[in-house]
Nanobody, 124 residues
Framework: HVQLVESGGGFAQAGGSLRLSCAAS????????MGWLRQALGKEREFVSS????????AYADSVKGRFTISRDNAKNTVYLQMNSLKPEDTAVYYC?????????????????WGQGTQVTVSS
């Protein structure tokens, strides 16, 4: 069982930045594609970004493209989400996820593990 522990959430003003981190317990972390999803209050969970096991390919939701950057450090078993130019609509609980089977996470159906989530709140 892989444990994913997010950190780095909190409060930011519109236009500000936050950096989320997700530490994984699994020694074979570098065999998992990783990603971030988010869920705003009263809304469905949505894809934010994903990265392949090697870190060579990434994907972003249109709503965050150009503002968010996903990266990973396989030596530290950690994936990051750098969030710049934050908007109030980015306010949500952000979840780190791991997928053993997919090259790049594109569906929630293939996700194997979820973190507990970290709250991000952006004020206007």
């Amino acid at each position: 069982h892989v444990q994913l522990v997010e950190s780095g959430g909190g409060f930011a003003q519109a236009g500000g930045s936050l950096r989320l981190s997700c530490a994984a317990s699994e020694r074979t972390f570098n065999s998992y594609s990783m990603g971030w999803l988010r869920q705003a209050l009263g809304k469905e969970r949505e894809f934010v970004s994903s990265i392949t096991a090697s870190g060579g390919s990434v994907a972003y939701a249109d709503s965050v493209k150009g503002r968010f950057t996903i990266s990973r450090d396989n030596a530290k078993n950690t994936v990051y989400l750098q969030m710049n130019s934050l908007k109030p609509e980015d306010t949500a609980v952000y979840y780190c996820v791991a997928d053993k089977r997919s090259f790049l996470i594109t569906s929630m159906r293939t996700i194997d593990y979820w973190g507990q989530g970290t709250q991000v709140t952006v004020s206007s």
